[in-house]
């Protein structure tokens, strides 16, 4: 799997389903679409700003609220190559999971990269390293399994190949 490099949107704790792609939004399950409106409630420049490739960090519980499939979809179909928390949503972590939408657990990471830094993730060791701060982090590696999964851009897609 690819490693992730990008430049940091930094968001703090509980950020929901319903800020990461507004209700109002659902009524498309068109990845381009919701990508539009992907965290325009907490940062209306982000889908303006936001390069593919570039990483979410936050803190505690990132993707709470309701369950909807759509929030991943539009981080995702935004051009983020990855999201990195202190701890995510159960829902949301399957969820992203299922759509091929990296993601890692690492409270150090969280309180150590600053919005606009560069940081490289290696989804094979679960390293994280601050390019702009030298710093590097200990996240957890990705089982093959879900490597394979990812890389298949989704569950769907993975068990099609198959």
Not at 3 to 20: P, S
Not at 23 to 31: K, Q
Not at 49 to 54: E, F, I, L, P
Request: charged share 20%; glycine share 8%.
């Amino acid at each position: 799997m690819k490693n992730a490099i990008g430049t940091v949107f930094k968001f703090g704790d509980n950020v929901d389903t319903d800020v990461i792609i507004p209700a109002r939004y659902l009524n498309s399950s068109d990845p381009a679409e919701l990508a539009t409106h992907c965290m325009e409630d907490i940062d209306k420049d982000f889908v303006k700003n936001v390069k593919k490739g570039d990483i979410i960090v936050a803190t505690k519980n990132f993707g709470c609220g309701s369950s909807r499939e759509h929030a991943p979809i539009a981080i995702k179909a935004a051009g983020v190559s990855c999201v990195i928390a202190e701890t995510f949503a159960r829902i949301f972590y399957r969820n992203s999971i299922n759509i091929g939408l990296p993601i890692v657990e690492c409270p150090e990471a969280a309180k150590g990269i600053d919005a606009g830094d560069q940081v490289e993730v290696n989804f094979d060791t679960g390293v994280i390293t601050n390019l702009t701060k030298g710093t590097t982090f200990q996240g957890q590696a990705f089982p093959e399994f879900m490597q394979k999964i990812i890389a298949a851009e989704g569950l769907v897609n993975y068990i099609n190949a198959k």
